[in-house]
């Protein structure tokens, strides 16, 4: 099934160590999106790729960053994760107006 | 600014229950809305997507409905199951703001066996 999967499901790092999340599709979707949610809360978008383009949403802190290598990968860098990024990171992508699809998610906690 | 409001919050209905649940939007210029389950824990499964032109979307025992003119959705469950115990999140697709997607808060659903 052509799908978006993300590796980790769960990540653990250390306060101030850099973290990097991975997502990869099968849908040859042209966007990819990387979303922050926090317990309770609706996801908030960081950036998303509209092919190479890179789109970074006005408040998202310098500390995330993101790579698109090629149509299949995308990821996610954390250079100094603090305890306040503990959260869901969830990973999507579209094409056209044929809505989105989601990953599972990684779980970052932060020690 | 879009903004999506899902009312209610939280719900619990008995097992066997149909239920409504509500999403309002404050502007209208969207492609499409997309219904999504969310376990806790987990990422966001999409239930129904419902272009602009549409009305409706069905899924088994899931109804979607569209009134674009006035703001709003609703997600109509029937025969609820312990199973569909989930967060449920609709989104919009708005089309004055790029590719970007708008989350309502969600709707915290229990049914009860």
């Known amino acids: 099934d052509a799908m978006v999967i993300q590796n980790p499901r769960y990540q653990v790092t250390q306060f101030g160590k850099p973290v990097t999340l991975s997502c990869s599709q099968t849908?040859?979707?042209?966007?990819m999106y990387w979303y922050q949610q926090k317990s309770s809360q609706a996801p908030k978008l960081l950036f998303h790729?509209?092919?190479?383009?890179?789109?970074n949403e006005a408040d998202t802190p310098d500390n995330f960053q993101s790579r698109r290598p090629n149509t299949s990968f995308c990821f996610l860098d954390i250079r100094s994760p603090g305890l306040g990024d503990a959260a869901m990171y969830l990973c999507?992508?579209?094409?056209?107006?044929?809505?989105?699809?989601f990953g599972s998610g990684t779980r970052l906690t932060v020690v | 600014k879009q903004e999506v409001t899902q009312i209610p919050a939280a719900l619990s209905v008995p097992e066997g229950e149909n239920l409504v649940l509500n999403c309002s939007f404050t502007?209208?210029?969207?492609?499409?809305l997309q219904w999504f389950r969310q376990d806790p824990g987990k990422g966001l499964t999409s239930l129904l997507l419902?272009?602009?032109?549409?009305r409706e979307q069905t899924s088994g025992r899931l109804n979607a409905s569209l009134d674009k003119s006035s703001g709003r959705s609703t997600l109509y469950i029937a025969a609820s199951q312990p199973g569909d115990s989930a967060t449920y999140l609709c989104?919009?697709?708005?089309?004055?703001?790029?590719?970007?997607?708008?989350f309502g808060g969600g709707t915290r659903l229990m049914v009860k066996p």
């Open positions: 999507a992508t579209s094409a056209g107006f044929y809505g989105y699809t």
């Open positions: 849908l040859n979707h042209n966007v």
């Open positions: 790729y509209y092919d190479k383009d890179f789109n």
């Open positions: 502007d209208s210029a969207i492609y499409n």
């Open positions: 419902i272009q602009s032109s549409q």
């Open positions: 989104a919009v697709h708005n089309n004055n703001a790029g590719n970007m997607l708008t």
